[in-house]
């Protein structure tokens, strides 16, 4: 029997794998609006240059745009507000220790429905160099082509 896949997959951001090397990942809660869950069910979220923030003991998920939800009337949302992230203290206490460190970034990378509530799962990447970068690109291409040469 088939189980039923808990996690629905909402949003990716693909950009964070090309400019960073991810070192560990993290699960975290999202404190949404009534109006900002609804625009998230409806795929409506954009992670490109989103990033997280630790500001007096609270981490914060910054410009990560959230469009406003069509039947909103006036209960709308500002599209690029500083949402809350939903940790425990000692995580964020080891997050404020890496955000602190030089040539390291925290990033989303997915935000996806878990049990009906948003998580999104942050990364910990230090920043890939522009060699890097293209060293990365000959790989994918070069296991590519062995892929279409071996396929029956």
Do not use: C, W
Not at 28 to 42: D, F, H, M, N, P
Not at 52 to 72: D, F, M, P, R, T
Not at 76 to 87: C, E
Request: proline share 1%; glycine share 8%.
């Amino acid at each position: 029997m088939k189980q039923k896949k808990e996690e629905n997959l909402i949003a990716q951001n693909k950009k964070a794998g090309h400019d960073y090397f991810i070192k560990e990942t993290l699960e975290a809660g999202i404190a949404l609006t009534g109006t900002e869950i609804k625009s998230v069910r409806a795929r409506r979220i954009n992670l490109r240059d989103g990033y997280v923030q630790i500001i007096n003991g609270s981490a914060y998920l910054e410009n990560v745009h959230i469009s406003e939800y069509k039947q909103g009337n006036i209960y709308n949302h500002d599209p690029l507000r500083q949402r809350r992230l939903l940790l425990h203290k000692k995580q964020i206490a080891r997050l404020a220790g890496i955000q602190s460190q030089q040539g390291m970034a925290i990033i989303p990378l997915k935000v996806y429905l878990k049990h009906g509530f948003a998580k999104v799962l942050i990364g910990v990447g230090q920043g890939k160099k522009q060699f890097d970068k293209r060293e990365t690109i000959k790989k994918r291409d070069q296991e590519r082509e062995l892929r279409r040469k071996y396929r029956v």
